[in-house]
């Protein structure tokens, strides 16, 4: 049972935040009740602080915690799972004031950053010092480092240089009691102690919240090479990513994107893609190694069945490629009155099973099902267009996504690449950790919090 906002804690935040950070007004709370979810419910909170320092993070949750109501922190709000959403009202705690780099050391190849800072902004000052910050969600330009932290991000590149796990060192984290502890090192190793800083990653503001980051850098690649190839059926694209990946050939960018998804987005931009199912690829690295992966690469696209392959020459060229691809959630949620997009994945080797059995579970359910994603490392957007003012044709999509998941599990999948579990999966989580993971993630979550006062409701089934 959770408490509203007594008006004693209600003042005493009032102080500790100054004019304009701190809100009531039913208007402002309504923005901060929802986030990029289709499938979660929403819900506004009682209030909205937007903190800038640690001192006012650790103060709210100090109270919140004796007073015994909810506190939901929340980045820019781009998670497709719900994770942001204060389902049990309480204040909502807004990080994307405290948005400063603090330290980029070109010595060491780190950075310190605060979680309000937007990821594309932070790629873009590393790269001007010749630096390399790899993880990049389809929602860069808008999603902050905290979100991405929280939430596990990982995005295209990730076939190579992987997801934001690895690339945080360290984190200044707030607990629930609103004390502060600091996890991880500057240093590459550190094994003192449990690994509390991969802990935290991926815990969706669950266990704590980070208030400073530590992550790691590489040198910027010197060459890039990027490529679009045609295939005449989905299953015959995803059968060249197998291949490639089967060739030993790891590109910085392997995107699947069936014909569905590729009209729609065809619709929305007029970017003179080809009507067919696309690969996307891009290799990185000197520039011998850059060409020569692109041309082993093309070689084997044509092999498989690629009715054409072009090349990127300009950047003009690559960014009009590239705004497609990140404009595909965009204009396939365009189709349909609402979309449920499921974020699965699966062995690289089994993407070609993944693709035919979600043509086959398409055609029996009548459902229009479209993919598009990170085929390079198996992690694949599954949308699945539906209509919730229709509860007939609304059920038989959850029936169709209880499918996908079991599809999934069934090639050695999980539920969820890098979105995350949220509110979207909570209820299907047992189906993948089991019974006894469920309760030592409850007994996790009882250590660090209690009194279950901070993001109540995510990633357990209540």
């Avoid at 004693?8 to 935040?13: N, T, V």
């Avoid at 530590?214 to 059926?233: D, E, G, N, W």
């Avoid at 197998?242 to 014909?259: C, F, K, N, T, Y």
């Avoid at 690829?281 to 000197?286: H, L, Q, V, Y």
């Amino acid at each position: 049972m959770y408490l509203m906002i007594p008006n004693d804690a209600r003042k005493l935040l009032e102080r500790l935040y100054p004019s304009g950070a701190w809100t009531c007004q039913p208007e402002d709370l309504v923005a901060y009740g929802f986030d990029a979810a289709a499938a979660a419910p929403e819900h506004a909170p009682e209030a909205v602080g937007f903190p800038t320092t640690v001192d006012q993070v650790s103060a709210s949750m100090r109270l919140a915690n004796e007073y015994r109501f909810p506190v939901t922190p929340r980045g820019a709000g781009t998670g497709a799972v719900g994770a942001s959403v204060p389902i049990h009202g309480g204040m909502a705690l807004i990080l994307t004031r405290m948005n400063r780099i603090l330290e980029i050391d070109t010595n060491n190849l780190t950075a310190l950053v605060e979680p309000g800072l937007v990821t594309g902004k932070f790629q873009e000052e590393v790269e001007k010092l010749g630096l390399f910050y790899p993880p990049d969600p389809a929602s860069l330009h808008v999603s902050t480092l905290g979100g991405n932290v929280a939430m596990g991000s990982g995005g295209p590149r990730a076939v190579k240089y992987g997801v934001t796990r690895d690339y945080v060192l360290g984190m200044e984290v707030v607990l629930p009691d609103g004390s502060v502890i600091n996890t991880g090192a500057k240093t590459i190793k550190s094994v003192v102690g449990y690994d509390l800083t991969r802990l935290m990653v991926g815990s969706e503001g669950t266990l704590g919240i980070a208030t400073k980051i530590r992550l790691r850098l590489i040198p910027k690649p010197v060459a890039l090479r990027t490529a679009v190839a045609s295939f005449a059926q989905v299953s015959d694209a995803a059968r060249a990513v197998a291949a490639i990946i089967g060739a030993r050939i790891i590109p910085s960018v392997l995107e699947l994107m069936d014909r569905g998804s590729v009209r729609a987005v065809e619709k929305l931009l007029k970017t003179g893609l080809p009507d067919a199912s696309l690969l996307l690829i891009e290799t990185d690295g000197s520039e011998r190694q850059a060409t020569e992966e692109m041309a082993m690469i093309e070689t084997i696209l044509r092999e498989r069945g690629a009715e054409g392959v072009r090349t990127a020459s300009t950047l003009e060229d690559r960014a009009l490629l590239w705004k497609a691809r990140r404009s595909m959630s965009q204009a396939t949620s365009m189709l349909a009155p609402d979309k449920i997009n499921e974020d699965v994945a699966v062995p690289r080797s089994r993407i070609p099973d993944l693709v035919a059995r979600l043509e086959e579970l398409s055609e029996r359910s009548g459902v229009t099902i479209l993919s598009f994603g990170h085929a390079g490392d198996g992690n694949m957007h599954v949308n699945i267009l539906t209509d919730k003012s229709d509860p007939q044709r609304y059920t038989i999509a959850q029936e169709v996504v209880e499918e996908v998941f079991r599809i999934t599990l069934e090639l050695g999948g999980t539920l969820s690449g890098e979105h995350g579990i949220g509110l979207a999966k909570a209820k299907y989580i047992e189906s993948e950790i089991g019974e006894r993971g469920v309760e030592i993630t409850r007994a996790i979550k009882k250590l660090f919090d209690p009194n279950n006062i901070l993001n109540p409701g995510k990633i357990i089934p209540e």
